[in-house]
Nanobody, 116 residues
Framework: QVQLVESGGGLVQPGGSLRLSCAAS????????MDWYRQAPGMERELVAG???????NYADSVKGRFSISRDNGKNTLYLQMNSLKAEDTAVYYC??????????WGKGCLITVSS
């Protein structure tokens, strides 16, 4: 079992930046893919950004050009750099990992609030 723990959330003003981290309790180098999802109040959980084992990335249209996902296999950590934050980015952000056998791991989430 691998545990995923998100950190770096909080309150930020519109236009500001935050970096989320997702620390894994074990090695992430073998994970097929790792992703960031988010869920706003009253909304379904949605994919924000993903990165494969090979380093291929994908982003939701709403965050392209503003968010950047990366992974450090040596530190067993996934990151999400978020710039030019907007009020509509307010949500609970979840770290997700998919193993080679298609088992899913989820973090407990961290809250990002974008407000002046």
């Amino acid at each position: 079992q691998v545990q995923l723990v998100e950190s770096g959330g909080g309150l930020v003003q519109p236009g500001g930046s935050l970096r989320l981290s997702c620390a894994a309790s074990g090695s992430i180098s073998s994970f097929y893919a790792m992703d960031w999802y988010r869920q706003a109040p009253g909304m379904e959980r949605e994919l924000v950004a993903g990165i494969t084992k090979g380093g291929t990335t994908n982003y939701a249209d709403s965050v392209k050009g503003r968010f950047s996902i990366s992974r450090d296999n040596g530190k067993n950590t996934l990151y999400l750099q978020m710039n030019s934050l907007k009020a509509e980015d307010t949500a609970v952000y979840y770290c997700h990992a998919l193993t080679q056998t298609f088992f899913n791991y989820w973090g407990k989430g961290c809250l990002i609030t974008v407000s002046s």
